[in-house]
């Protein structure tokens, strides 16, 4: 029986993040309760990438305001790297931390940033078989919600504790694993 988790929080830049991410934490006993944060508006200008930057420090304070009230959190962020490396897209959500006069996430908090490189068709169309790179755009055709299901099926027992990922993971997946980890099952 997984922890009893009362607040979980999933921020992405669009509905293939978001069915990815609730589709493991439903495999992993959290199927209920979940806040998704807006996605952002097609057509509005601006990129799913830098709407989550900039909703993060945002649901980063929305997750600490709701730890130490009787009540546990969970708080998953998932972003394309894009053409930028994984690394960098991670300082970037730090700077944004930086920025709003946030203290860093600790080791302690059930904080998860995944960053697909490329974008999470990669890691989806990596998790249903397929030899994947993450130079080249996978995101036509869109996966299923069947194909998302199996994916996350297949990364759940790719994070299980002292399991290895398969041999299509590509190294953005293989380095998120330890977020995915953090995630009680």
Not at 13 to 30: K, P
Not at 37 to 58: I, M, N, T, W
Not at 104 to 125: C, F, G, M, S, Y
Request: charged content about 30%.
């Amino acid at each position: 029986m997984p922890e009893r988790i009362a607040n979980k929080i999933i921020l992405a830049e669009d509905v293939e993040q978001q069915n990815l991410v609730r589709r493991y934490l439903e495999r992993c006993g959290h199927g209920r309760r979940l806040r998704l944060v807006d996605l952002p508006a097609d057509g509005a200008g601006g990129s799913g990438e830098k709407y989550v930057r900039d909703q993060f420090a945002k649901q980063v304070q929305a997750y600490r305001s709701s730890i130490g009230k009787r009540a546990s959190a969970l708080l998953i962020v998932i972003v394309d790297a894009d053409q930028e490396t994984t690394r960098r897209r991670a300082a970037q959500l730090s700077s944004a931390l930086t920025a709003a006069g946030m203290d860093q996430r600790n080791e302690d908090e059930l904080i998860a940033i995944l960053i697909p490189k490329r974008h999470v068709e990669t890691w989806v169309r990596a998790l249903l078989g397929e030899q994947v790179n993450e130079t080249d755009k996978f995101k036509y055709p869109e996966p299923t919600s069947k194909q998302i299901l199996q994916a996350a099926e297949t990364l759940y027992g790719w994070t299980r504790p002292n399991a290895e990922p398969g041999p299509t993971s590509p190294p953005s997946l293989t380095e998120s694993i330890p977020e995915w980890r953090k995630i009680p099952s």
